[in-house]
């Protein structure tokens, strides 16, 4: 191990993160990013399984800490085979129990590994590897990537987390004042930070982003640690984050919250012309400088080639077998809540199309759906609901029939 391996390991042995108390029941709720049905379908268009003739994915959790991702990983992709790896003891023994006791084991083959991404040599590769917060905490991020990007299967994806230095300037700030004032990544560190950080004046902009922004998520010790006395991270900006994807080889596939990626958040009119004629990484820049409290970047990249389906055809979607997301709440139903739990209403039409298929065998092909709807009419619900995040589609698999 590195020196500063050592140093993030036994920070974690300290502080293992996150967190979150063990639940004798599966994780609350879903995160869309690490279903891999319905990151496969944002990323390319379509349902994996198809195109790779497989049924369970092959998942890597990198820098699993204390297993709360290991655990939605294993509900959200079941059957899967799954190896999640630290670096820290503590947090490992956490995961473990964490999934012992939420039933995991049941619902996917998991194994847990002490190992350093660094080390972890040739593996069978992955179709899906998540790895969030763990990257930034390496001397040099890119050779993890690589490593990440060994692992991977061409066509399969990689989740990630890393800091973005703009939204994390206030928290910087402290992080400088701590380390100056000497204090460390133990109990000792935590109480007087909190305290310096309670004791400012009432105003100072300091204190006022810790108890608007940051303490509510600091409620135990661990993630006050966690954020204002970690011993090694690096932060990113739009330009060193694509510089690092660029060397990697991987193909950006898109971020996990692309509304917030969006000009028209910020610009109007001329300006927003203006913008949207710049060159991408230019336009995301402009965001990044526009949104002050972006802190981190959440985002796929893919081992190339990943086959893209843009479904604008009709005779094309019509020809595809549909299956109902797993990251939906609220169906059978026609008020649901979509991927990113933002309300969504279906009108009867579309709630009757997703009735019938719901009912009908899987490999039954849209067209084929017993529905009195024509075909453009049935082309565009289809569309709409996949665009939606709804309805995820396999490619027919063989275009001829
Ligand atoms: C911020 S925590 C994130 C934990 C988990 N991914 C989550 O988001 O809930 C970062 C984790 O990465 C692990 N880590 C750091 N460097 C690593 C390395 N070289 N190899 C494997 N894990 C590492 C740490 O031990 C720690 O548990």
């Not at 036994?10 to 049905?37: A, N, T, V």
């Not at 299967?153 to 300037?169: D, F, Q, S």
Request: charged share 25%; net charge negative; with cysteine.
């Amino acid at each position: 191990m590195s020196d500063t391996t050592k140093l993030v390991s036994s920070f974690y042995d300290r502080f293992p993160f996150p967190g979150e108390p063990l639940l004798d029941c599966k994780p609350p709720g879903y995160i869309w990013s690490m279903c891999f049905d319905a990151v496969y379908s944002a990323c390319s268009g379509a349902l994996y399984e198809n195109l790779q003739a497989k049924n369970s994915p092959r998942i890597l959790d990198a820098g699993c800490g204390t297993g709360v991702s290991t655990d939605y990983l294993a509900f959200l992709n079941p059957d899967s085979e799954i190896l999640a790896i630290d670096i820290s003891e503590q947090a490992l023994s956490i995961a473990s129990e964490r999934l012992r006791r939420s039933g995991a084991f049941a619902i996917s083959n998991i194994t847990f590994e002490k190992v350093s991404i660094l080390e972890i040599g040739e593996r069978k590769p992955f179709d899906f590897i998540n790895s969030i917060g763990m990257l930034h905490h390496l001397q040099e991020p890119y050779i993890g990537l690589a490593e990440l990007a060994e692992l991977l299967k061409p066509g399969g994806i990689i989740h990630l987390l890393l800091y973005a230095e703009g939204g994390r300037v206030e928290i910087n700030r402290i992080k400088k004042v701590l380390k100056i004032i000497g204090l460390q990544g133990n109990d000792d560190g935590v109480s007087l930070g909190k305290s310096l950080l309670r004791d400012l004046p009432e105003n100072n902009r300091l204190r006022k982003h810790y108890f608007d922004m940051v303490a509510s998520l600091c409620d135990d010790d661990k993630s006050f640690a966690d954020i204002y006395l970690h011993p090694f991270e690096i932060n990113f900006n739009i330009s060193s984050l694509f510089e690092l994807i660029d060397k990697s080889g991987l193909e950006f596939a898109g971020f996990t919250n692309p509304n917030v990626w969006e000009l028209q958040r910020f610009l109007q009119g001329e300006l927003l012309l203006r913008g949207r004629s710049l060159p991408l990484i230019q336009q995301l820049q402009l965001i990044e400088d526009l949104d002050p409290d972006l802190d981190h970047f959440e985002f796929f990249l893919a081992k190339p080639p990943l086959p893209k389906f843009e479904w604008s055809e009709d005779s094309e979607i019509l020809r595809t077998c549909g299956r109902i997301s797993p990251c939906v709440s609220g169906w059978p139903g026609q008020d649901l809540l979509d991927q990113e739990m933002n309300p969504l209403t279906l009108d009867s039409k579309a709630y009757k199309f997703l009735k019938i298929l719901q009912d009908c065998p899987q490999e039954t092909q849209l067209v084929d759906l017993p529905l009195d709807f024509s075909s453009e009419e049935m082309a565009s619900i289809a569309r709409d609901l996949h665009r939606r995040n709804v309805l995820l589609l396999s490619p027919c698999r063989n275009p001829a029939t």
